[in-house]
Structure formats: C-alpha cells, structure tokens
C-alpha cells in the first residue's frame, strides 16, 4: 500500500514499468498513466468543485441526496479517480459502482447531464486536452450505467 505522501512516486513507477514493457513489446500505441498529467491535487480540486455543483444543479441534486457525508464521499471519489487514472492506491476502498447507484433511478438523461456537468467542472480546472481525456474515462463510466440501469425504452 503506498501512502498519502508517495503519489508522484506512484506514477513514476507505473511510467517505468510501462518503459519496460515497450522495450520488451513494442505497443501499437504508447501507454502513459493520466495520472502523469492530472495530478492528485487537481482531481482533488475537480471532484470537490463538482459534487458542490451537484448539490444545487436541477436534475441531480434529488438523486444524489441520497449522499450522507459529502466529505467522505468526496474522498472515495478522488482515490477513485486517481486509481483509474493510473495511480497506485493509498486507501482500502472498494468500489461497487451498480450497488451504490442501483437506489438512484439512472436514467440517460441524467447521465447526460452528469457528464455534462463533470465535463464543464473539469474545464474550469485543467486545459482542454487533458479534460477530453478525462471525460473520455468518465463518459466509458456512464455508458456502463446505461448499461446497467437505464430503462431501454429511455
């Protein structure tokens, strides 16, 4: 387990490795961790810009009054969007993303708005290169909500 103060090391590492395995297995394309170029405190600042956006926006402030400490919630989703951009964790969370959204209703329309939302925040913190990164990672998330819980008639 790496620890809070460890994080540039942690993309450095899976940098290397990735060095490695193109020397041992040219890729078709170059793999480089997201985390190299949005760091921790950048999506430390885009995830709590966003949640406190989401608190008063008019289509998922109801859905996601479920939230009951937005503090830790904030935390699980800044982990969550440091690990799956390429950095080692540095807490013990587990993520269930269809068991935590099952009780909220997904529907398309509010995943378009989710990822408009998220899209919009993370433009107000990063250039726009590394926000259409970004968003790429977001929009695959919401498509697997779609997928999981969107009537298909919706």
């Not at 998922?60 to 690990?83: C, G, I, M, N």
């Not at 993520?95 to 909220?104: F, S, W």
């Not at 899209?119 to 913190?125: A, R, V, Y």
């Amino acid at each position: 387990m790496v620890t809070a103060g460890d994080f540039s090391g942690t993309c450095r590492t899976l940098t290397a490795f990735f060095r490695i395995m193109e020397q041992v297995s040219p890729p078709k394309r170059r793999l480089e961790p997201l985390c190299e170029k949005i760091t921790l405190p950048v999506i430390r600042a885009v995830v709590d810009d966003f949640y406190n956006r989401i608190q008063h926006h008019p289509t998922l402030a109801e859905p996601f009054s479920v939230v009951q400490d937005w503090e830790l919630h904030k935390d699980r989703l800044v982990h969550y969007w440091w690990t799956v951009s390429g950095g080692l964790p540095y807490k013990d969370y587990r993520y269930a993303l269809g068991d935590k959204h099952a009780p909220v209703g997904i529907t398309h329309p509010l995943v378009d708005d989710w990822l408009a939302l998220f899209h919009e925040t993370m433009l107000d913190h990063m250039d726009a290169d590394m926000a259409r990164r970004w968003h790429g990672m977001a929009t695959g998330i919401g498509e697997s909500l779609r997928l999981m819980f969107a009537p298909r008639g919706d």
